[in-house]
Every structure is written in structure tokens, then in C-alpha cells.
């Protein structure tokens, strides 16, 4: 940990001069730039920590129609706000005053966000290049160094004992060794630090009876920008959700493993699944969607690791507990977990050397039981959505409408149900000593 005054160091992307092989040492490695991975290099730094980040992709992260988690919760705008990034990129955001459920053409439940007694109450879309430019901008300016090296591949893990002490990485000018007292694998669904460090031994994945097709659309004329949308007819169902760049990002699902049988209808049979759905949305499609490739297929499934830790290395975000899109949970908890993390991390390593690693171990510890309920939580709500979803029989389908027409007739029962996936943690005395706050976001 060093001492040096703000401002001193810089986060960005660099790589090792020369050829063959490049050591570097630091408190803590990241592995993943991703908003997780970013969040959890500032919170260090904040705390003066010095840290390494590697990310495998190139920084145009914000081209191409791959599905990237831009929904931030409330509780993702408060947490945004205690590191100090919120006021960096409000102006950029753009607000989500409801959630809106039709089925079979009539709307069974609409959710006013304003109507919930906390301080951030109100969801955002926010295109994560531009959150990933303001915590890198953020991180730069802290008493703890930040290096990035960009692009960067982890292809095995340094080991000493039964501890992992860093990674080694390929990267366009060589191989770097990074030794630090924690490498924290924050890479994502398809983790490699997961698999290397052997925690994927014992992790459960989770398929769904779906898959969505991801796509970008003209946003239909008649539409409110501030809903997210989600349209259910008979076996298939949609999210509709607005975008900061004025779009409608649509994810459509599918039957697992059922792609090929849908291309093979072409395009008018996507917009005919479309106009299933929402005539509003299959219009645009004819307009904004010429071929495939302007499409994307994400493989749902959740993934849950009984250990999310082993000495010196531990998993945060999609790589601790892959989550489904619905209700845009991802960006979330990767937030929560990197604040959650830091402090007890940055607590271990300011102890006597002689007992560091075992305060580590004990801090990463702490970390999932405090972690895992909400996790746990937001996975089950999620699993209750997707077999919601997936009903069919007509019984099955109207005991979904009535349940969601009791849900929009109680305030009190949407607070209870909603609250674990958009304000997790929170509890009452919280929500009253905040109700009296403005709202916090400016319309934009």
C-alpha cells in the first residue's frame, strides 16, 4: 500500500515495454474491467491500495449487438453515489419511472419506482463505456496506484503453497507475471481465475428453459421512454427496454437451443414473434433489423459456487453467482459485491505481515456470508419470474394474470415483493428516514 497524494497516478491502459516476459507487484490483481472489476480498482484505491487490472477485451466495448448489462437498480445508483461516481455520469443517464406488465394484451401490473420511500428509488439505463470511462477517470485520482493492461489474457495462475499470489497474462508485447497478495476474478459468466483456481469444481449451472435474442430497434413512436416493458402471449414472452442512445434494447425469448429453428423462418418470422408481442416493436423491426448479424443470442443460465474464495484469490460479480437478465440484476450485485469487498480487503492487508494471509482468508470469508443472502435472493425472485414467464396451460395462465393483478392492487405487496431485487438490504427505518428525499435523478 502506498502513501502518495492524490493525483499522482493515473488508470489507464498500458502495456509492458519490450518483448518476453514482464513482472509486476501490487496489493491486489483484478482480473476483468467490467463495471465489477472497475468499482472494486476504485474502492482499493480509495483506500490506498495498489492494484493491478487486466482486461482481455479492447476498449470499444460499446460496439456490435452483444448483449451488455446497462440497467442499473436504485440501489446500483446508491452504491454509484458512495463511490463518488454518480454526479459523473447522472447527466448521461436516463431515468425509468415504471415497469409495466401486459399479458396476452392487457396490461396486469404497472410499478410507479416513485411510489417506494428510499432516497434512489428510480432505475437507470446507462451505457456502460460511459460508466466504465468515469470509474476509470475516478480511480486515477486516489491515494492507491491503479495500472491497467489492456488487452490482457490470464492464462495460468503464479501458485506458492496452497495460496494463489498472482497470474500470469498474454498480452500483444509478451507474458506478464502479476504477484499480489489477492487476485480477485471479476471475468465474468465464463470466469477463467473460476476455473484455474479450481473453485468451479463444485459450481452448479443452472440452464433455463429459454435463451434470448438481443436486439436494438427504432424506439416505436407512441411509446413512453421512461417504462420498462414486458409483453407476454402464449408461449412467448419479451423485454422491452429503453436505451440512452434513444433505441429500445429488445430481448426475446426463445425455447433453449431454439435459434436455428427460428432463422430458419428468416426475418419475417422473428417480426411475426415480434407482433405477437407488440405490434409497436414488430414495426420497428421491419425499419431497424436487415439481417442477423444485427442480432445477439444470450445463453441463460445461473451458475452458484459454493466457494467463491480459496487462499489468496476469490470471485466477485457474474463469476461468484451468474444471474439471468431478468430484472437486470447483473451490474447490481457486481456493484454491491466491490463495495462490500474492499474495506475488509483493504483492512487484511494492513496487517503485520505474519498474519496477513490468514486476516485475508477470514475477510474473504466475511465477504460471501454477507454477500450470498442477497444473491440467494435475487436468484430466487429471478427463477419465480422465468417459470412465471413460461406458463402456458390456460389455468396456469390466468392464475399468472390474477397474481399479478393482486400484486398491482397492493402497494405493500409490490414494496414486499420488489424490494429484494431493486432495494436489497434496505431496511425500514432506512426507507423513512429517506422518503422525505428528492428524487434522485434529473430527468433526461
Known amino acids: 500500500m502506498r502513501s502518495e497524494q492524490p493525483g499522482e497516478d493515473r488508470c489507464e491502459p498500458t502495456a509492458p515495454s519490450g518483448s518476453g516476459t514482464a513482472d509486476l507487484d501490487t496489493d491486489v490483481c483484478v482480473v476483468g474491467g467490467g463495471p465489477g472489476g472497475r468499482a ?3 474502492a482499493l484505491t480509495r483506500l490506498g491500495c495498489d492494484v493491478v487490472l487486466l482486461e482481455k477485451r479492447d476498449p470499444a466495448r460499446g460496439t456490435g449487438p452483444a448483449f451488455r448489462g446497462e440497467s442499473v437498480s436504485p440501489d446500483g445508483v446508491r452504491l454509484l453515489a458512495g463511490l463518488g461516481v454518480w454526479e459523473r455520469v447522472r447527466e448521461a443517464a436516463h431515468r425509468v419511472d415504471r415497469l409495466e406488465i401486459e399479458d396476452a394484451g392487457r396490461r396486469v401490473l404497472d410499478v410507479r419506482f416513485a411510489d417506494f420511500p428510499y432516497r434512489y428509488r428510480h432505475p437507470v439505463e446507462l451505457a456502460q463505456p460511459t460508466l466504465l470511462a468515469a470509474l476509470a477517470e475516478l480511480t486515477g485520482g486516489q491515494p492507491g496506484s491503479c495500472t491497467v493492461l489492456e ?3 490470464v492464462v495460468g495462475l503464479l501458485v506458492e503453497g496452497p495460496a494463489v499470489t498472482g497470474v500470469r497474462a498474454s498480452t500483444p508485447t509478451g507474458t506478464v ?19 484455474l483456481s479450481g473453485l468451479a469444481e463444485r459450481a452448479r449451472q443452472l440452464p433455463l428453459e429459454r435463451d434470448v435474442v438481443w436486439m436494438k430497434l427504432p424506439f416505436p413512436a407512441d411509446w413512453d421512454r421512461r417504462a420498462y416493458r ?7 414472452h419479451g ?8 433505441t429500445v434494447r429488445v430481448g426475446l425469448n426463445i425455447p433453449k437451443g431454439g435459434l436455428r429453428a427460428l432463422r430458419a423462418g428468416g426475418l419475417d418470422q422473428l417480426h411475426a414473434r415480434l407482433g405477437q408481442l407488440a405490434a409497436q416493436a414488430a414495426e420497428s423491426a421491419r425499419t431497424g433489423l436487415r439481417s442477423w448479424s444485427d442480432t445477439a443470442l444470450l445463453d441463460i443460465f445461473t451458475t452458484d459456487v459454493p466457494r467463491w474464495s480459496a487462499p489468496g484469490v476469490v470471485l466477485i460479480g457474474d463469476a461468484a453467482h451468474t444471474l439471468s437478465p431478468v430484472l437486470g440484476q447483473g451490474v447490481n450485485h457486481a456493484l454491491a459485491d466491490a463495495v462490500e469487498l474492499a474495506p475488509l480487503v483493504a483492512e487484511a492487508l494492513g496487517r503485520d505481515r505474519r498474519v496477513r494471509g490468514r486476516a485475508l482468508t477470514g475477510a474473504l470469508q466475511v465477504f460471501q456470508r454477507r454477500r450470498e443472502p442477497h444473491v440467494r ?6 427463477l419465480r419470474q422465468e417459470r412465471m ?3 402456458t396451460a390456460p389455468a396456469a395462465t390466468a392464475l399468472r394474470r390474477t397474481l399479478y393483478r ?7 405487496l409490490r414494496r414486499r415483493v420488489l424490494a429484494p431485487a431493486y432495494f436489497p438490504g434496505r431496511r425500514p427505518d432506512a426507507a423513512r428516514d429517506e422518503a422525505d428525499c428528492p428524487s434522485e435523478v434529473t430527468p433526461v
Open 40 to 42: 472494486l480498482a476504485l
Open 151 to 153: 488487452p490482457a489474457t
Open 177 to 195: 507475471r502479476v504477484r499480489a497478495a489477492l487476485t480477485v476474478g471479476a471475468d465474468g459468466r465464463y470466469s477463467a481465475v473460476r476455473r
Open 230 to 236: 414486458v409483453r407476454i402471449a402464449g408461449s412467448s
Open 239 to 246: 423485454l422491452f427496454l429503453p436505451s440512452t442512445d434513444g
Open 377 to 382: 435472493r435475487s436468484r430466487a425472485l429471478q
Open 389 to 391: 414467464f413460461t406458463l
Open 406 to 412: 393482486t400484486l398491482d392492487a397492493s402497494p405493500a
